[in-house]
């Protein structure tokens, strides 16, 4: 019913900085919530950051001040700048949405992208 896609994944440098984008698709009344989590090879997915209507952002600990969450809602995007990133940052990042599918849902459920690959290199 909704489709997620992500862009912008690829091999950086320390230091330097990438931007992905995730697009929500489908039968959407609205989004609650939008975000991104990550796994890292042989790492349990973490957490790293989302925004919410109701909610505002919110990040881990170890990507404050480095990343930023923002929204199209608009053209239901969600965007993970990261800045000065490290090589602790190389993961598969997936991006999710909370959505409603029609006026008076009383749920939402989570949808996940398939995920984008970020490697940063020393």
């Known amino acids: 019913q909704v489709q997620l896609v992500e862009f912008g994944g690829g091999s950086v440098q320390a230091g330097g900085s990438l931007t992905l984008s995730c697009a929500a698709s489908g039968v959407i009344f609205s989004i609650n919530a939008m975000g991104w989590y990550r796994q890292a090879q042989g790492s349990q997915r973490e957490f790293v950051g989302m925004?919410?209507?109701?909610?505002?952002?919110n990040y881990r600990d170890s990507v404050k001040g480095r990343f930023t969450v923002s929204r199209d809602n608009a053209k239901n995007t969600v965007y993970l700048q990261m800045n000065s990133l490290k090589p602790e940052d190389s993961a598969v990042y997936s991006c999710?949405?909370?959505?409603?599918?029609?006026?008076?849902?009383?749920?939402?459920?989570?949808?996940w992208g398939q995920g984008t690959q970020v490697t940063v290199a020393s």
């Open positions: 925004t919410s209507t109701d909610l505002g952002t």
């Open positions: 999710y949405a909370d959505v409603r599918s029609y006026s008076g849902d009383p749920y939402f459920r989570r949808y």
